[in-house]
């Protein structure tokens, strides 16, 4: 089995700054893909942004610029630094990862159980 577990949340002040961990843990061969994703209550779970094992980022437009994400493949972990936060950035946030538990080339995905931000005016 795997698991993902986020840490990193909590309540700033608009301005400020948070980062976030996700640390991947059981039983795999390898990890590609890993991302941030994060929800707000009533809307949909969007994607913030993500890394393949190779380094290669994406992001969504309103944290370009603001948001980095990163991972350290010996950890099995992503990051996601976030400064510059503003009240519209609150959400939980999720990670996921593209694990490979054999040598064989099929993946699954799985999320982590989230980590609230809430971001104060």
């Known amino acids: 089995q795997v698991q993902l577990v986020e840490s990193g949340g909590g309540l700033v002040q608009a301005g400020e700054s948070l980062r976030l961990s996700c640390a991947a843990s059981?039983?795999?061969?390898?990890?590609?893909?890993m991302g941030w994703y994060r929800q707000a209550p009533g809307k949909q779970r969007e994607l913030v942004a993500d890394?393949?094992?190779?380094?290669?980022?994406k992001y969504e437009d309103s944290v370009k610029g603001r948001f980095t994400i990163s991972r350290d493949n010996a950890k099995n972990t992503v990051y996601l630094q976030m400064n510059s936060l503003k009240p519209e950035d609150t959400a939980v946030y999720y990670c996921?990862?593209?694990?490979?538990?054999?040598?064989?080339?099929?993946?699954?995905?799985?999320w982590g159980l989230g980590t609230q931000v809430t971001v104060s005016s």
């Open positions: 996921n990862a593209n694990v490979r538990r054999t040598i064989l080339p099929i993946e699954d995905l799985y």
């Open positions: 059981g039983n795999f061969f390898s990890i590609n893909a």
């Open positions: 890394v393949t094992s190779g380094g290669s980022t």
